[in-house]
Each structure stands twice: as structure tokens, then as C-alpha cells.
T-cell receptor, first 115, second 108 residues
Framework: DSGVTQTPKHLITATGQRVTLRCSPR?????VYWYQQSLDQGLQFLIQ???????AKGNILERFSAQQFPDLHSELNLSSLELGDSALYFC??????????????FGNGTRLTVT | AQRVTQPEKLLSVFKGAPVELKCNYS??????LFWYVQYSRQRLQLLLR??SRESIKGFTADLNKGETSFHLKKPFAQEEDSAMYYC??????????FGEGTQLTVNP
């Protein structure tokens, strides 16, 4: 068990809808990362937060947004969903923002299916 | 910009055979490199960090700065090693960049 908790485990929704994925980092970790894993794109970095502030941004669509709350949990909001958004969404956390000597610990992921 | 290349999408070996999963990177500075393993589309688990110079589950990886490589090796593969393996690079800053992954299958 990595200590990173993601909910829900599975989510099935229709195109055009909006969903929220939730992540609780390991106790003591300040940094949260979101990754998308799809069959054709591999693991894509979406966004990173450190202690409530956005730290780095990757290939995140404008329809997607995220935030990290004062209790350090994070939410990833996906709106106007398209079929191509179907993927595994992983959250990871690390102790420090730079992650040097502070490896990422991944949650079990949320499997999103858009029909 | 940093980039990680895993040239083999699929690798199949027999149990007991040596295995090497290739990873090459491009980055102008001093990178930190990792190997992550993913069993059956579950969560990614950290396998190795190059700074630790450790051996986990019989796997080792050596950073070769001259060849910009960080290949993962195991002398005798086991069936339970079958999984997806991702090489990842942490450059200065906080983004961890993953390679496309290599699916390792160890046949009995």
C-alpha cells in the first residue's frame, strides 16, 4: 500500500459530462501529481501541486482543471468529456516539491470510461 | 527538454533467462533516474532509483552518463516479473517524465 488514496476506483459516464477525481496524498507529503494513462499515449503528466500551489503543468487540456486544498488533498476536474478521455488517471505524491531524492508514490488510479 | 526513450514496447523471455530493459534519456543537466513497475494495470510502484544503487527483486540498473542510458537488468527472470516497466527521469524542477514503457513477459 503506497498510502496514496484515489476515489472513485471506477467511473463510467457519458460524453459531455463533468467528473471529479479525488486524491489523498501520503501522510506528510506536500506535493501531488496527476498523470493520465491511456493505451495509445502512455503515461502523460498533467499537473503538479505543491502545498496548495500549482508547481508544474504538463499536457493538461483546458477542459481539465485541478486544485490542492489546505488539507493537501487534490481534485482533478474533467469537463465536457469526450470518448478519448477514457483512461486511467493516477495521482502520485512526494514529500517535497522538487522530488529530488523524494520519489513519487502512486495511488491505485481511477479508471474513467466515457461512453 | 527532457526525454526518455524505451525502444522496446514488448519483451518476451523464458524463465531463468537474463533480461535487459533498455532506457535512454536526453537531458542537458544531471538527471535523476527511476524505474517503476506496473503489474496488471495497477498502480505504479517504484522499483529502483539510480542514486540508491540498490538491487530490488534481483533487478539492478546502472546510470551510464556517456551513453545516456539507464538499462534495467536481471540475471534470471522469474514469471512474477511479468509486468509493465517504465523508466522515468526527474530533471531539475519537479516533473517526472516517463518513457513509453516496456511490457515484459516471462514465459515458463
Amino acid at each position: 500500500d503506497s498510502g496514496v488514496t484515489q476515489t472513485p476506483k471506477h467511473l463510467i459516464t457519458a460524453t459531455g459530462q463533468r467528473v471529479t477525481l479525488r486524491c489523498s496524498p501520503r501522510s506528510g507529503d506536500l506535493s501531488v501529481y496527476w498523470y493520465q494513462q491511456s493505451l495509445d499515449q502512455g503515461l502523460q503528466f498533467l499537473i503538479q501541486y505543491y502545498n496548495g500551489e500549482e508547481r508544474a503543468k504538463g499536457n493538461i487540456l483546458e477542459r481539465f482543471s485541478a486544485q490542492q486544498f489546505p488539507d493537501l488533498h487534490s481534485e482533478l476536474n474533467l469537463s465536457s468529456l469526450e470518448l478519448g478521455d477514457s483512461a486511467l488517471y493516477f495521482c502520485a505524491s512526494s514529500l517535497r516539491g522538487s522530488s529530488y531524492n523524494s520519489p513519487l508514490h502512486f495511488g491505485n488510479g481511477t479508471r474513467l470510461t466515457v461512453t | 527538454a527532457q526525454r526518455v526513450t524505451q525502444p522496446e514496447k514488448l519483451l518476451s523471455v523464458f524463465k531463468g533467462a537474463p533480461v535487459e530493459l533498455k532506457c535512454n534519456y536526453s537531458y542537458s543537466g544531471s538527471p535523476e533516474l527511476f524505474w517503476y513497475v506496473q503489474y496488471s494495470r495497477q498502480r505504479l510502484q517504484l522499483l529502483l532509483r539510480h542514486i540508491s544503487r540498490e538491487s530490488i527483486k534481483g533487478f539492478t540498473a546502472d546510470l551510464n552518463k556517456g551513453e545516456t542510458s539507464f538499462h534495467l537488468k536481471k540475471p534470471f527472470a522469474q514469471e512474477e516479473d511479468s509486468a509493465m516497466y517504465y523508466c522515468a527521469l526527474m530533471a531539475s524542477g519537479s516533473r517526472l517524465t516517463f518513457g513509453e514503457g516496456t511490457q515484459l513477459t516471462v514465459n515458463p
